[in-house]
């Protein structure tokens, strides 16, 4: 494990453990901040499990094993920011987050499998 494998890179929510907090149907939304993350949960998924979600913090580490199990991630500006140096330097051939598109507060990553 490398010391990257260990930097935070966002926050994510859920309401039980098949219930994440989604954009774009199946991206896991990572924001960059814990009060983010709030926003979008209560706009993305309201009605969560009492209207409450457990947010907690998401490590490089944990990303790369998600996207290499098939998740995508919908970063926002803050989270896509911290991930895409690391990921370029695993390899990733990782595009610049284009958010300056009217209402694109995303950007999703996912692995293509040939």
Not at 28 to 45: P, T, W
Not at 109 to 114: A, C, G, I, K, Y
Request: proline share 2%.
């Amino acid at each position: 494990m490398t010391n990257d494998d260990t930097k935070v890179i966002g926050w994510f929510a859920y309401a039980s453990r098949t219930e994440v907090v989604c954009t774009e149907v199946d991206a896991c939304v990572i924001s960059g901040s814990e009060e983010a993350m709030r926003d979008y949960a209560r706009e993305l998924q309201p009605e969560g499990v009492g209207g409450s979600h457990t947010i907690r913090k998401t490590r490089f580490t944990e990303i790369i094993q998600g996207l290499n199990a098939g998740a995508a991630y919908a970063f926002d500006r803050e989270a896509y920011g911290r991930f895409l140096p690391l990921g370029r330097t695993r390899g990733l051939q990782l595009a610049e987050g284009n958010f300056n598109k009217k209402g694109r507060r995303f950007f999703v990553v996912r692995l293509r499998f040939l």
